[in-house]
């Protein structure tokens, strides 16, 4: 079976907006518009525009919208979809990235709508709400599994003119198709973690974190944390190996300052072998993450002893010191060289770990080198002095 190995959401631009009010990055996409959009009715774009709007649109005021005799003139939630990382196993084809995504009926009684082992529901293309007064059918689509498929978070009216174009306009919805979030329903999709016993929450896309490194957290398939829709996958065709090996993608919308703005959009995707998934864990790959996070910690401990290499004199500011920007180049040099942490879910084996703590020391020096400047007398000085704490930052790690 042959996966593309290319992007799995391209951002389609006919539903975008210009925002008067947007921030930075993509604020615009997706976002609100007063006017009506104009397409030709044969845009192949449409309903994937259509879908992705719905999913991820940014919460505020969009205008007005008359439904038989009711008038919705409210602000408007963010978009089921907005802010945190989605995952999906990829088909070669639509349908079979659809088919391996699916949550079985037992799966959504019994963990997707909390506490409710009725919420199986049905999609809306079998019952849609006919007014905004069809109980039933608003129910079903704003808290069933299947009714939620196709999030009805915008009310969007398309009209065809004799010229053939298409104008599309969109307004708020009502109350009752508010999509309900965590705890009340989980997105099984989405990767659950716990703040604290009692505060459960999805993971986050963040523009200035690489996807790989919350790999743990996605792969756990406890009812109680993880990505729910991996779960049947992992267990009828990976665990017993019965497939060679899958590729999965992840990605998400990063939200700005508040839910009306987007500041980002991240997507990262992997072929996976199911060897690595031979004892159910991936206590190997768990390993090279703690490693990594360690030698950063050691960065930031030989910066401090470059800003401050003598203990009796005064330094630099802990503000003034480019913790960020090292930090940045560190994971930004790990990403370009991460095969080696992939070997570690794969064997384990102390040749394979020595690989990636290679990775590891090159993205040290890296980033210390860029940071910390070593061309006076007294910069080589300190630049020696931090230098030390950073080649024996593997020595440390064993000693604690």
């Known amino acids: 079976m042959e996966i593309p190995d290319e992007s799995f959401i391209k951002p389609p631009t006919t539903l975008d907006a210009t925002s008067k009010?947007?921030?930075?990055?993509?604020?615009?996409?997706?976002?609100?518009?007063?006017?009506a959009r104009v397409f030709q009715d044969a845009d192949t774009d449409l309903p994937l525009s259509l879908l992705c709007y719905l999913n991820f649109s940014c919460s505020g005021k969009i205008g007005k919208a008359q439904?038989?005799?009711?008038?919705?003139?409210?602000?408007?939630?963010a978009g089921p979809s907005h802010n945190y990382l989605h995952t999906y196993i990829l088909g070669s084809y639509i349908t079979d990235t659809i088919h391996r995504n699916l949550v079985p009926k037992d799966v959504v009684a019994t963990s997707v709508v909390m506490g409710s082992p009725n919420k199986w529901g049905r999609p809306i293309w079998e019952q849609m709400p006919s007014t905004p007064d069809d109980d039933d059918a608003v129910l079903n689509a704003a808290t069933t599994y299947l009714g939620r498929l196709v999030p009805l978070s915008r009310l969007v009216k398309f009209d065809k003119s004799p010229s053939r174009a298409v104008t599309c306009t969109i307004g708020p919805p009502p109350a009752g198709l508010k999509m309900t979030r965590l705890p009340t329903l989980r997105e099984p999709a989405a990767t659950v973690i716990w703040?604290?016993?009692?505060?459960p929450g999805y993971l986050l896309a963040r523009a200035g974190r690489h996807v790989w490194r919350d790999l743990e957290a996605i792969f756990a398939v406890h009812r109680e944390s993880g990505t729910l829709s991996l779960?049947?996958?992992?267990?009828?065709?990976?665990?017993?190996?019965?497939?060679?090996?899958?590729?999965?993608?992840?990605?998400?919308?990063v939200r700005g300052k508040n839910e009306g703005k987007y500041d980002d959009l991240v997507e990262?995707?992997?072929?996976?072998?199911?060897?690595?998934?031979?004892?159910?864990?991936?206590?190997?790959?768990?390993?090279?993450?703690?490693?990594?996070?360690?030698?950063?910690?050691?960065?930031?401990?030989?910066?401090?002893?470059?800003?401050?290499?003598?203990?009796?004199?005064?330094?630099?500011?802990k503000r003034q010191i480019p913790y960020r920007i090292a930090e940045s180049i560190f994971w930004n040099t790990l990403d370009q060289h991460v095969d080696p942490l992939f070997d570690l879910l794969e064997t384990n084996t102390k040749a394979s770990s020595?690989?990636?703590?290679?990775?590891?020391?090159?993205?040290?020096?890296?980033?210390?080198?860029?940071?910390?400047?070593?061309?006076?007398?007294?910069?080589?000085?300190?630049?020696?002095?931090?230098?030390?704490?950073l080649d024996g930052w593997k020595g440390e790690k064993n000693a604690a």
């Open 231 to 253: 779960e049947p996958f992992l267990r009828h065709f990976v665990y017993p190996q019965a497939i060679e090996g899958f590729r999965v993608w992840i990605g998400g919308s």
């Open 354 to 389: 020595q690989k990636w703590d290679n990775c590891i020391h090159s993205a040290l020096l890296s980033a210390y080198d860029q940071c910390c400047p070593h061309e006076t007398p007294r910069q080589i000085e300190a630049y020696v002095q931090g230098r030390k704490i």
């Open 21 to 35: 009010n947007g921030g930075t990055g993509l604020s615009e996409l997706w976002d609100h518009i007063s006017d």
């Open 268 to 317: 990262w995707s992997a072929l996976f072998k199911s060897s690595y998934f031979g004892d159910r864990s991936l206590a190997g790959y768990a390993a090279g993450i703690t490693l990594a996070e360690f030698g950063k910690n050691c960065l930031f401990k030989a910066m401090n002893k470059y800003h401050k290499p003598n203990p009796d004199l005064p330094g630099t500011e």
């Open 195 to 199: 703040r604290t016993p009692d505060d």
């Open 67 to 77: 439904w038989r005799d009711t008038l919705f003139n409210g602000s408007t939630a």
